[in-house]
């Protein structure tokens, strides 16, 4: 199996700050990497695919950029509604295997 | 827009057989562009793909091999949902449980969770 590692594991920031979270996958997955957001008590939800395209109705301050084994979520200056946490998944090959999450906290 | 609505005993026996359900609306089961999967999170293990259902021509199932021995993924045309059969279970399953769309491995369509609790 893809293993996927994010870092760090959580962090704390301000509203306004620009965050960056990265994985890594322990073999390369070219540009098959995703990132979701997920509050407490809801559905992780679909940010990016395939590295840096944005899902439809996300907004721009959210992008991924990446190849190979090494990807990057930057969320470009935070809202409140972004306190969340936040994983990447690969979609290379199956077994789909997500990261262990990064918190993002106030 | 597809919604997905999970239905199920959120507490089940050690032993016995975990037992869910996932209702689609706005899509087909039988969509031959997208598969249908249920994924379970839980603190020991994040979030796990358990496995998924598709359709091209034919039906076809893909598992994970941790689960495989215990589980089966399997679509109903006639009422367009799929369920999932997870036996044996341990309180190690114990985990919220989602049943997720997938197009082009992304899983751009979630259900709203359940918690499933194994205990006696």
């Known amino acids: 199996d893809i293993q996927m590692t994010q870092s760090p594991s959580s962090l704390s920031a301000s509203v306004g700050d620009r965050v960056t979270i990265t994985c890594r996958a322990s073999h390369s997955i070219s540009r098959s990497l995703g990132w979701y957001q997920q509050k407490p008590g809801k559905a992780p939800k679909l940010l990016i695919y395939a590295a840096s395209s944005l899902q439809s109705g996300v907004p721009s301050r959210f992008s991924g950029s990446g190849s190979g084994t090494d990807f990057t979520l930057t969320i470009s200056s935070l809202q409140p509604e972004d306190f969340a946490t936040y994983y990447c998944q690969q979609s290379y090959t199956s077994p789909r295997t997500f990261g262990e999450g990064t918190k993002v906290e106030i | ?120």
């Open chain 2, 1 to 120: 827009q597809v919604q997905l609505q999970q239905s199920g005993p959120g507490l089940a026996k050690p032993s016995q057989t975990l037992s869910l359900t996932c209702a689609i609306s706005g899509d087909s089961v039988s969509n031959n562009i997208v598969a249908w999967n249920w994924i379970r999170q839980s603190p020991s293990r994040g979030l796990e793909w358990l496995g998924r259902t598709y359709y091209k021509s034919k039906w076809y199932n893909d598992y994970t091999v941790s689960v495989k021995s215990r589980v089966t993924i399997n679509p109903d045309t006639s009422k367009n949902q799929f369920s999932l059969q997870l036996n044996s279970v341990t309180p190690e399953d114990t985990a919220v449980y989602y049943c997720a769309r997938s197009s082009s491995g992304w899983f751009d369509a979630w259900g709203q969770g359940t918690l499933v609790t194994v205990s006696s």
